[in-house]
């Protein structure tokens, strides 16, 4: 059971908006930053928005973070087939002194 | 550019120590950053192992605290981990990783090495 809440799956079609939820509390996103990562298959994650809304160089404009209250989200708008991936969300806890991370999005583009 | 290899026995037996060290070319561990791990059990999700400040602090997940030890050598360039008593629950993907500002904020990763723990 993670500390963040995210659906397991999600899928759109190329071209098409789609948005991937993170829920927590107030002692992770409601106090910290949100940091979102993909992975592809057999890959180590790769860092794709940092500190809620920031996307580290390189990484297409098509991708947005988003911050309210305790629950963040990852916006990708033209949906492309090579987006198809998992996503993870991840935030320190202050009660837990930890970083946790959520359980997943497996996005799937049809 | 930083990079992070990750080296250590494949198998590790029930009860036995897991050891993993991260060695890390371009860029020197005393300069700062965090240094970590984060563990992926196969088909299942990442979970936070803990992180070093280069400089000494720790933070561990409570989950593993009293298991777990991470430690750096800086004249080597190296930082490890060391995770006591392992169980099968313990078999995962294992990825060093590096922070440069914040501990959740992971700029740079492993390639991930497969620890399986059977006898």
């Known amino acids: 059971q993670s500390v963040l809440t995210q659906s397991p799956s999600a899928s759109g079609t190329p071209g098409q908006r789609v948005t991937i939820s993170c829920s927590g509390s107030?002692?992770?996103?409601?106090?910290?930053?949100v940091y979102w990562y993909q992975q592809f298959p057999g890959t180590a994650p790769k860092l794709l928005i940092y500190?809620?809304?920031q996307r580290p160089s390189g990484v297409p404009d098509r991708f947005s973070g988003s911050k309210s209250v305790t629950s963040a989200s990852l916006a990708i708008s033209g949906l492309r087939s090579e987006d198809e991936a998992d996503y993870y969300c991840?935030?320190?806890?202050?009660?837990?002194?930890?970083?946790?991370f959520g359980g997943g999005t497996k996005l799937t583009v049809l | 550019q930083v990079q992070l290899q990750e080296s250590g026995p494949g198998l590790v037996k029930p009860s036995e120590t897991l050891s993993l060290t991260c060695t890390v070319s371009?860029?020197?561990?005393?300069?700062?950053?965090?240094w970590g791990w984060i563990r992926q059990p196969p088909g299942k999700g990442l979970e936070w192992i803990g992180s070093?400040?280069?400089?000494?602090?720790?933070y561990y997940n409570p989950s593993l605290k009293s298991r777990l030890t991470i430690s750096i050598d800086t004249s080597k360039n190296q930082f490890s981990l060391k995770l006591s008593s392992v169980t099968a629950a313990d078999t995962a993907v294992y990825y060093c990783?590096?922070?440069?500002?914040?501990?959740?904020?992971?700029?740079?990763w492993g390639q991930g090495t497969l620890v399986t723990v059977s006898s």
């Open positions: 990783a590096s922070s440069i500002t914040m501990i959740g904020e992971i700029d740079y």
């Open positions: 371009g860029y020197s561990i005393s300069s700062g950053h965090y």
């Open positions: 070093r400040w280069h400089s000494g602090s720790t």
């Open positions: 107030s002692s992770n996103i409601g106090s910290n930053s």
């Open positions: 500190r809620n809304n």
């Open positions: 991840a935030a320190w806890d202050d009660s837990l002194s930890a970083v946790v």
